[in-house]
């Protein structure tokens, strides 16, 4: 048995719930799906992390452990 770490990026809403809004499996892809550019979701990240509040949606991106046999 061994673990894969998959991540997936997703673009949640910005209020208590996060709910969905895109998924992706990397930031490029999330991007494209949400109209902007790669720079701008990174930014949005980094912005989230020393308390900016986001309007529109947030970002997150999330890693799982895939368990394989």
Known sequence: ???KQVRVWMA?????YELPIALADSSREL???M???VSAI????????HGAQPEGYRVRKVILDDHTE
């Open 35 to 37: 109209g902007t550019t």
């Open 12 to 16: 949640v809403t910005p209020d208590e």
């Open 42 to 49: 990174v930014n949005r990240i980094s912005r989230e992390r």
């Open 1 to 3: 048995m061994y673990i």
């Open 31 to 33: 991007a494209e799906r």
